[in-house]
């Protein structure tokens, strides 16, 4: 069964850091893209970033460029989202999930609640 | 990067059916048929419902298909039942290799 389970959210100021990480198992990590998708509180989904199979190749949204950072660890079967100089909209439940061939996702993560605030 | 066109809310009675459209441009929808659908219910994490235009995932019912048609995709779901409530989410590969979503749109079942 495939399993998607994301850690690392809390609470943080405005210009901390956080580091998510996304715990895969059940399928072969190290052949799929993953991505990681947002959702502001009772807002819609804003896809945030991708990263291919052995982490040559890394895309994000406009808005974190320069701020986030995506990396995965096929060893570990683990994806990470590295998250600096947040700011209050970032505030969102972060989910991990699994890419296929067109980016489309077949598998998500239950997400990790992340609020930045003072 | 800018949000796929979705409209807001849908509804539709027991039975009937319904569609929801997505507008893009000819750099995301128009350009691939690389649609997508996704079924969220509150608090739970998304569901993919249909991908690559028209493909339905295993397990899920055909009552929800999908169609494109120029920089334009839609969700159709037949014969609706209560639980199809719940908001409703295009998404697109785009020219730039990356993801573009709609806004939602929520689904009431009457």
């Known amino acids: 069964e495939v399993q998607l389970v994301e850690s690392g959210g809390g609470l943080v100021q405005p210009g901390g850091s956080l580091r998510l990480s996304c715990a895969a198992s059940?399928?072969?990590?190290?052949?799929?893209?993953m991505s990681w998708v947002r959702q502001a509180p009772g807002k819609g989904l804003e896809w945030v970033a991708n990263?291919?199979?052995?982490?040559?190749?890394?895309y994000y949204v406009d808005s974190v460029k320069g701020r986030f950072t995506i990396s995965r660890d096929n060893t570990k079967n683990s994806l990470y989202l590295q998250m600096n100089s947040l700011r209050a909209e970032d505030t969102a439940v972060y989910y991990c999930?699994?890419?296929?061939?067109?980016?489309?996702?077949?598998?998500w993560g239950q997400g990790t609640l992340v609020t930045v605030s003072s | 990067q800018s949000a796929l066109t979705q409209p807001a809310s849908v509804s539709g009675s027991p039975g009937q059916s319904i569609t929801i459209s997505c507008t893009g441009t000819?750099?995301?929808?128009?350009?691939?048929?690389?649609v997508s659908w996704y079924q969220q219910h509150p608090g739970k994490a998304p569901k993919l419902m249909i991908y690559?235009?028209?493909s339905r995932p295993s397990g899920i019912s055909n009552r929800f298909s999908g169609s494109k048609s120029g920089n334009t995709a839609s969700l159709s779901i037949s014969g609706l039942q209560a639980e199809d409530e719940a908001d409703y989410y295009c998404?697109?590969?785009?020219?730039?290799?990356?993801?573009?979503f709609g806004g939602g749109t929520k689904l009431t079942v009457l």
């Open positions: 990263i291919k199979e052995d982490g040559s190749e890394k």
């Open positions: 059940g399928f072969t990590f190290g052949i799929y893209w």
């Open positions: 999930a699994r890419a296929r061939p067109g980016l489309y996702f077949d598998y």
């Open positions: 000819s750099s995301d929808v128009g350009g691939y048929n690389y």
């Open positions: 998404s697109s590969f785009t020219s730039s290799n990356t993801v573009v």
């Open positions: 690559d235009v028209n």
